[in-house]
């Protein structure tokens, strides 16, 4: 299993010492959340703080853009040290246009998709994607509780992507912890996302090896 924890539920006060928490970690990846107010009912951090994080970080970074209009953003994302871009499914009219013009910029290209939205709408872009992000809360806010059709969702989107033959990883964002982690590994998942349950835990570490070593 791949770790990804999201910095949203960081101390931002201390952002130095939970990056270098996260460096010694297991984690395989830094999830950043960036919102703008429009795609969803909050705001939290953009590209300053990308870069700072990219300068401090020894993972790479798997950067879920929950904004309007994010193939606006792509080359900024590039040079500020994403190293996957996340895109919502919802918030592209051109979603091919978006995922072609990300890999061109040299970035992973990654869709994510709401609770509300089906896997089907990716079937025909499947073939290009490195990674599909399932919301398994409805974004905007850390702490929610995980939706549980969720992983009905996850074991339909590892049927279409094995029967088109799509090396696209599967990524989980919400409410993940250990016990939602062991059904969604049941469940195909190759990536989870994990905000509150690592940074609110007594030892981060210890929480993200727990993570790490569901489905094995
Ligand atoms: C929600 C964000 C998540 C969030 C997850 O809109 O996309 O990445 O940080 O937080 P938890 O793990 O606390 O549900
Ligand atoms: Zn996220």
Do not use: W
């Amino acid at each position: 299993m791949l770790v990804s924890p999201s910095l949203l539920a960081a101390d931002f006060g201390r952002i130095d010492a939970e990056i270098e928490m996260l460096n010694r970690s297991e984690a395989d990846m830094i999830h950043l959340d960036v919102m703008d107010g429009v795609f969803v009912p909050n705001i939290s951090f953009g590209f300053p703080i990308i870069k700072a994080v990219a300068k401090r970080s020894e993972k790479p970074l798997d950067v879920h853009f929950m904004i309007a209009n994010p193939q606006n953003y792509i080359g900024m994302a590039r040079d500020c040290g994403a190293t996957i871009m996340n895109v919502h499914q919802e918030a592209c009219v051109h979603l091919d246009r978006t995922v072609r013009a990300i890999k061109d910029a040299g970035m992973k290209a990654a869709v994510a998709l709401n609770p509300s939205t089906p896997v089907v709408m990716l079937e025909d872009v499947i073939g290009e994607l490195d990674m599909v992000l399932l919301m398994s809360v409805n974004p905007g806010f850390g702490g929610q509780k995980f939706i549980e059709n969720t992983l009905a969702k996850t074991r339909r989107l590892r049927r279409m992507i094995d029967s088109y033959g799509s090396h696209a990883k599967i990524e989980v964002d919400g409410g993940v912890n250990e016990h939602t982690g062991r059904l969604l590994a049941a469940a195909g998942v190759d990536i989870l996302v994990a905000g509150s349950y690592v940074f609110a835990a007594t030892e981060p570490e210890d929480a993200i090896r727990r993570l790490k070593c569901l489905g094995q």
